[in-house]
């Protein structure tokens, strides 16, 4: 039997896993990563979680991770890559691993933005990973320009002048829009300021 913790107020309260700085993602819940920037992103929460990681790259597609780029920031042993050959696998090996709960972390490579069903039908999977696995695992979908219904989070990752990387939280249930500029750390990125709006 599933324990819910409840706030003072009674909603159930979610674990949540860092992200950046103080910033966080709810586990349990799916999150779309979004923007030119969006492995390295996925790969900097990679680096904040432990155990294997699902990587989910549609195969038609000529782009691939490549593992010496992954290793200034993650240790790319912990990557398990599928590939694809139908777009409709994608989604389906995304619900499946999330519903395992065998690992904390599962990230797909979308070229367009799921509809609503589909992302519902991983919200339900995450959960039931929760039930099965030890930690509720995130599900992440990484999309050229963002758009998918249903998420719980949207955030993009951009190059900004002088070297930095401006991190936006485009949309989340509980929390307005905001920004961030990044550096580069001796461990991934690191939050230099706010940005403005």
């Known amino acids: 039997m599933t324990t819910q913790l409840l706030d003072p ?15 966080s993602l709810a586990r349990g819940r799916v999150h779309e990563f979004c923007g030119p920037a969006r492995r390295l992103l996925a790969i900097l929460l990679m680096a904040e979680m ?9 195969g038609w597609r000529p782009e691939r991770l490549y593992p010496d780029g992954v290793c200034a920031f ?7 890559l599928a590939r694809t050959r139908r777009p409709e696998d994608l ?3 995304m619900e499946e691993a999330l519903r395992s709960g065998a690992v904390p972390l599962v990230v797909a490579e ?10 519902r039908r991983l919200h339900l999977a995450a959960e039931a990973g929760a039930a099965a696995g030890a930690d509720p695992p995130i599900g992440l979908l990484l999309t050229p320009a963002g758009g998918a219904t249903g998420i719980e ?7 900004a002048p002088g070297g930095r990387w401006r991190l936006g939280r485009l949309r989340a249930r509980m929390e307005p829009p905001a920004g961030w500029f ?3 750390a001796r461990q991934g990125l690191e939050i230099e300021s706010r940005a403005p709006d």
Do not use: F, N, Y
């Open 50 to 58: 432990r155990g294997p990681v699902v990587w989910i790259h549609p």
């Open 9 to 23: 107020q009674g909603a159930r309260v979610r674990p949540m896993q860092r992200l950046v700085g103080d910033l």
């Open 110 to 119: 979308l070229p367009e933005p799921p509809p609503l069903t589909p992302v």
């Open 74 to 80: 993650a240790e790319p042993g912990r990557l398990i």
């Open 182 to 184: 990044l550096r580069r």
């Open 153 to 159: 989070t949207r955030w993009q990752l951009a190059p």
């Open 91 to 93: 989604l389906w090996s």
